[in-house]
């Protein structure tokens, strides 16, 4: 299999993280470089043509798309360490956590990043800056939810480490990487104390 990604955009990276937790081997890592375009070429929108990253190559020649089926489809083939649930309820549970996380906190910081942040002019044509200012507020209300959240619980989705925490996690790295978003600047200290946890992982480093 083939893995074309994107090293400093938050859904390559939570792929990159999965497979790390999971110690799966034998997938070749293909970066592509959004900066020049090339998930714009015709050959890279024969894959994937909403032109997005992360994209996964079967052996067979399919092409899957959207970082939830790709790790879904992972989660199939290499059972454990399990990062979904093992059973209804649990995954339910473990779902729910993670989409929560998904359209909340990572979608109002990729919002905030890409309408304001300067670098990505390019790949985000037009930018709305008040809506990418409005987005970096209601992150914020959101994250106050996320840390009362844990204050109550040691994980995103409960007492164990699951997708939920590799989501929330690439999340607030984009931030305090481009927007210099930090829980602990915020005054959110149950929100740093987890994302301290979860950076001392080895899968944290990918």
């Given at each position: 299999?083939?893995?074309?990604?994107?090293?400093?955009?938050?859904?390559?990276?939570?792929?990159?993280?999965?497979?790390?937790?999971?110690?799966?081997?034998?997938?070749?890592?293909v970066?592509?470089?959004?900066?020049?375009?090339?998930?714009?070429?015709?050959?890279?929108?024969?894959?994937?043509?909403?032109?997005?990253?992360?994209?996964?190559?079967?052996?067979?020649?399919?092409?899957?798309?959207?970082?939830?089926?790709?790790?879904?489809?992972?989660?199939?083939?290499?059972?454990?360490?399990?990062?979904?649930?093992?059973?209804?309820?649990?995954?339910?549970?473990?779902?729910?956590?993670?989409?929560?996380?998904?359209?909340?906190?990572?979608?109002?910081?990729?919002?905030?990043?890409?309408?304001?942040?300067?670098?990505?002019?390019?790949?985000?044509?037009?930018?709305?800056?008040d809506?990418?200012?409005?987005?970096?507020?209601?992150?914020?209300?959101?994250?106050?939810v996320?840390?009362?959240?844990?204050?109550?619980?040691?994980?995103?989705?409960?007492?164990?480490?699951?997708i939920?925490?590799?989501?929330?996690?690439?999340a607030?790295?984009?931030?305090?990487?481009?927007?210099?978003?930090?829980?602990?600047?915020?005054?959110?200290?149950?929100?740093?104390?987890?994302?301290?946890?979860?950076?001392?992982?080895?899968?944290?480093?990918?």
């Amino acid at each position: 299999m083939k893995l074309l990604s994107a090293h400093r955009a938050p859904n390559p990276r939570r792929v990159l993280m999965f497979i790390a937790e999971k110690g799966i081997t034998g997938i070749e890592v293909v970066n592509v470089d959004l900066n020049a375009g090339a998930h714009r070429t015709p050959e890279f929108l024969a894959k994937s043509p909403l032109a997005k990253v992360p994209a996964l190559e079967l052996d067979d020649g399919r092409v899957l798309t959207e970082t939830r089926a790709i790790c879904t489809y992972l989660e199939g083939l290499y059972p454990g360490p399990n990062l979904m649930g093992e059973d209804a309820t649990t995954r339910a549970f473990i779902e729910m956590a993670d989409r929560r996380v998904e359209l909340t906190l990572l979608l109002q910081i990729a919002n905030a990043i890409r309408h304001t942040h300067p670098g990505l002019a390019a790949l985000e044509q037009p930018q709305f800056a008040d809506f990418g200012r409005s987005q970096g507020e209601k992150l914020l209300e959101t994250a106050k939810v996320f840390d009362q959240l844990l204050q109550q619980q040691a994980w995103m989705a409960g007492e164990r480490f699951s997708i939920a925490d590799i989501t929330a996690f690439c999340a607030l790295e984009f931030a305090r990487g481009l927007i210099k978003f930090t829980p602990a600047r915020n005054g959110l200290q149950a929100l740093q104390a987890w994302r301290d946890r979860v950076a001392e992982r080895p899968s944290a480093a990918v």
